[in-house]
């Protein structure tokens, strides 16, 4: 298993700001991925975070909109750039090991953004 | 692409009551898993139980059972002798066995509320 902590928790901004999340796992993890989840909304995949190369995104999210970085394998972070009333949601960070017979995927707490 | 499809936004049962929770999926894969997943107020998501595709028995957790049937697509969660503590979002979720790295992607469904009631 894998315990995954987020930073922050929560954040209010101010429209056109950025806002840098960090994820860290207490333990080396394969693969690492970034959720958003808008209000009331099941949760949509950014991109996933691959150790020492670029992160791979999701139709619909850009990598200058929301840089992504992975320095090592227990640690990832999500830039919201030049943000909007419309970036507001919880952001989720995720880790899993591959190969898995599991396949499970841990969660962290989450990011709740509010944008202002 | 796959998608998750649940179809009741909200579900309420008393306390010590059974509830089911429906979710189909499309896809084309022969061999994938599929997760329900369990969100309280908190925002933790936290696994509530697994499915490997390729197993015909279904999978139990305590007092969470699944019915899987492959050739209908669908996986319904069926949480027994419910607890208050069961109040939450419950997400259930797709994923495609795949070779590579990459591919253990989630793909989620809408969600279902979930309340239980004393």
């Known amino acids: 298993s894998a315990v995954i902590s987020q930073k922050p928790s929560r954040d209010i901004c101010q429209r056109g700001t950025s806002l840098t999340i960090q994820c860290q796992v207490d333990s080396q993890v394969t693969m690492m991925f970034w959720y958003r989840q808008q209000p009331g909304?099941?949760?949509?995949?950014i991109a996933t975070a691959n150790q020492g190369s670029e992160?791979?995104?999701?139709s619909g999210f850009v990598i200058d909109?929301?840089?992504i970085s992975r320095p090592n394998l227990t640690f990832s972070t999500l830039t919201v750039s030049n943000m909007s009333p419309e970036d507001s949601s919880i952001y989720l960070c995720s880790a899993c090991v591959w190969p898995s017979s599991y396949n499970e995927q841990f969660f962290g707490p989450g990011t709740r953004l509010t944008v202002l | 692409a796959q998608t998750v499809t649940q179809s009741q936004p909200e579900m309420s049962v008393?306390?010590?009551e059974t509830v089911t929770l429906s979710c189909t999926y499309d896809t084309s894969e022969n061999n994938y898993y599929l997760f329900w997943y369990k969100q309280p107020p908190s925002r933790q998501m936290i696994l509530v139980i697994r499915q490997e595709a390729y197993k015909q028995q279904n999978a139990t957790e305590n007092r969470f059972s699944v019915n899987f049937q492959k050739a209908a697509k669908s996986f319904s969660l069926k949480i027994s002798d419910s607890q208050l503590g069961d109040t939450a979002m419950y997400f259930c979720a797709f994923m495609k066995e795949s070779?590579?790295?990459?591919?253990?992607?989630?793909?989620?469904?809408?969600?279902?509320?979930?309340?239980?009631?004393?």
Do not use: M
């Not at chain 2, 591919?103 to 979930?114: A, D, S």
């Open chain 2, 14 to 16: 008393q306390e010590a």
């Open chain 2, 99 to 118: 070779s590579k790295a990459a591919g253990n992607k989630l793909t989620f469904g809408g969600g279902t509320r979930v309340l239980v009631k004393p």
């Open chain 1, 55 to 58: 992160a791979t995104y999701e």
């Open chain 1, 65 to 67: 909109k929301f840089p």
């Open chain 1, 41 to 45: 909304q099941s949760l949509t995949l």
